[in-house]
């Protein structure tokens, strides 16, 4: 078996951002979990990543990542009321419904 790569310098945000644009096959991370797990494991606690998704427009990856936690996260309200205020199928119901079960008195 060869030398693994050297990671350092690796921009993770970056790598997903071009899986999600490019709408490749989810691609194969060994000897882990599959990358829609990291994806939003991963961000769930980031609205800034979430809000770059929006922009990039990954409505339905941003929603699934938004709404992972079961509980507030400081700074996803705005993120989840942009998705709400898209009106997109699949995309702001969800969204509304995680706004009125975890932030309904911020809203």
């Known amino acids: 078996m060869g030398k693994l790569p050297d990671l350092e310098g690796f921009d993770l945000e970056a790598w997903v951002m071009a899986v ?17 797990f990291h994806v939003h494991e991963g961000y ?30 400081d700074g996803m309200a705005e993120v989840l009321e ?3 205020a898209m009106g997109e199928d699949g995309v702001s119901g969800p969204a509304q419904q995680w706004l009125d079960l975890h932030y309904s008195d911020e809203t």
């Open 44 to 73: 769930c606690f980031d609205p800034a990543f979430v809000s770059r998704m929006i922009e990039a427009g990954h409505l339905w990856e941003a929603m699934m990542t938004a709404t992972e936690m079961h509980c507030r996260v």
């Open 20 to 36: 999600l644009t490019e709408k490749l096959h989810e691609p194969f991370l060994p000897s882990a979990q599959s990358f829609w």
């Open 82 to 84: 942009r998705l709400v």
